[in-house]
């Protein structure tokens, strides 16, 4: 049985920093395409960054210069380092795995096949 789960949310103020952690268990993190996404209030789930099986990233340009996605594969985790946490960053923070087959590129949300439940991001003063 496959569980992805979150940890490390929380309230941070502007500017400050967050290391949000996907914790997989059923699955090899690194033989699968991981992900992050987020769903702010009001919007649509959206990408934040990717990591594939042959260590290629992807950060959306919101967040690029500021997150980074890591992998450690000694602990089967995926970590979103935050840096410069604005408020537009408050949202509910997800991750996401796809085993092979996997094609080459970046994947769309709807083929990813397992989800965490979301730990909650909050920046605010």
């Known amino acids: 049985q496959v569980s992805l789960v979150e940890s490390g949310g929380g309230l941070v103020q502007p500017g400050g920093s967050l290391r949000p952690s996907c914790a997989a268990s059923?699955?090899?993190?690194?033989?699968?395409?991981m992900a992050w996404y987020r769903q702010a209030p009001g919007k649509q789930r959206a990408l934040v960054a990717s990591?594939?099986?042959?260590?290629?990233?992807y950060h959306a340009e919101s967040v690029r210069g500021r997150f980074t996605i890591a992998r450690d594969n000694a602990k089967n985790t995926v970590d979103l380092q935050m840096n410069s946490l604005k408020p537009e960053d408050t949202a509910v923070y997800y991750c996401?795995?796809?085993?092979?087959?996997?094609?080459?590129?970046?994947?769309?949300?709807?083929?990813?096949?397992?989800w965490g439940q979301g730990t909650q991001v909050t920046v605010s003063s």
């Open positions: 996401a795995a796809r085993g092979p087959p996997i094609r080459l590129g970046k994947l769309t949300q709807w083929e990813y096949e397992y």
């Open positions: 059923g699955i090899i993190v690194i033989r699968n395409a």
């Open positions: 990591l594939s099986t042959d260590r290629t990233m």
